[in-house]
């Protein structure tokens, strides 16, 4: 699958590298902050950081989501949002990540920091059929902690 990939800013394959996948075993590519100064995210606030790219996925077939870096969730508190950043394959507007900090202290991004990481899938849209009935299973209507084992 090929990924067309645009650069929104000059500072993209100059200062801030171009998404790559750091090792081949990477199922996602590292997004940097696009941005000319620190942004500081207060505990409890959210930012909208810019990566100055955009991307062409080849058809509806594929979805980039956006996920949370594990180093700056688990010791920063920093994560996307809206947990998981949905970019639909007709959608050619700049990649901004919406960060928020659920730590107690402030977080300040720098200046070609890697803020998100972007996973391409492939989708698969249902063909919806509004039914009476749906059929049973072992687990029928069990919800929350239902399929737990001791």
Known sequence: MDLKIKAL???????IPVPSYATAGSAGMDLRACIDAPVTILPGEQALVPTGLAIALPSADYVALLYARSGLAIKHGLSPANCVGVIDSDYRGEIVVALRNYAKEPYTV????????????????????????????????????STGRV
């Open 9 to 15: 800013s000059p500072k993209i394959g100059a200062d």
């Open 110 to 145: 720098e200046p070609g920091e890697r803020i998100a990481q972007m996973v391409i899938t492939p989708v698969v849209q249902a063909a919806i059929a509004l039914v009476d009935e749906l059929d049973d299973t072992d687990r029928g209507a069990g919800g929350f902690g």
